[in-house]
């Protein structure tokens, strides 16, 4: 069975500052990874995807992630932080031919002035 | 591009009442998840649908029913509400599983008194 792990519960930041939120996972097949990001009172939204192509992913708001199967890591970065990242993000994971995503907890993240 | 749609936003009921709670999606997706999410605890998996029909339980299924009558619809039914259903509910679908993100809705706050 997948799992994920999401070290941090909260992370904070100064404006202009690199995020770093980290997600390890846990598959005994080639995983898909994904990001999403969930702003107060709203439903998630995708950021990211790796589905076996290219090992580093770009996705949206300059946010980044590179798998690394050696580490088995799937670590969000942004260069520089912004106000409006503030929200929680959570690292997902799903295999071949499962229906089911697999969620990490979550991390907050909070970007200080 | 209304997307996901699930209605209502808020709810409050009392021990013992029942509900339930819509989901609709216009993307003709086959695949629908029912989640719910509490404080850190990231998403846990209720039931889950790949085709209309076709149900079947997620990770945490008990004291919950769905139905799948068309591809549009998802409804989750609480039958006899208890505190522990006291969470946010999001409702997600996608066009095929693995490795399709998931688009979810804005999500259902409910109460139980």
């Known amino acids: 069975a997948q799992s994920v792990t999401q070290l941090g519960s909260h992370v904070s930041v100064s404006e202009g500052a690199l995020v770093l939120l980290r997600c390890n996972y846990s598959?005994?097949?080639?995983?898909?990874l994904f990001w999403y990001v969930q702003y107060p009172n709203q439903g998630l939204q995708l950021l990211l995807k790796?589905?076996?192509?290219?090992?580093l992913v770009k996705g949206i708001n300059g946010f980044e992630a590179e798998f690394k199967k050696s580490e088995t890591s799937f670590h969000l970065t942004k260069p520089s932080a912004h106000m409006s990242d503030a929200a929680e993000y959570f690292c997902?994971?799903?295999?071949?031919?499962?229906?089911?995503?697999?969620f990490g907890k979550g991390t907050k993240l909070t970007v200080n002035p | 591009n209304a997307g996901v749609t699930q209605t209502p936003k808020f709810r409050i009921l009392k021990i013992g009442q029942s509900m339930t709670l819509q989901c609709a999606q216009d993307m003709n997706h086959n695949y629908m998840y029912w989640y719910r999410q509490d404080p850190g605890m990231g998403l846990k998996l209720i039931y889950y649908?790949?085709?209309?029909?076709?149900?079947d339980k997620g990770e945490v299924p008990n004291g919950y029913n769905v139905s799948r009558s068309t591809t549009e619809d998802f409804p989750l039914r609480l039958e006899l509400a208890a505190p522990s259903q006291t969470s946010v509910y999001f409702c997600?679908?996608?066009?095929?599983?693995?490795?399709?993100?998931?688009?979810f809705g804005d999500g259902t706050r409910l109460s139980i008194l």
């Open positions: 598959s005994s097949v080639p995983p898909y």
């Open positions: 997600a679908s996608s066009y095929s599983r693995s490795n399709q993100p998931q688009h």
């Open positions: 997902a994971v799903s295999v071949s031919g499962s229906e089911k995503l697999v």
């Open positions: 790796y589905t076996s192509a290219a090992t």
């Open positions: 649908s790949v085709g209309a029909g076709i149900t």
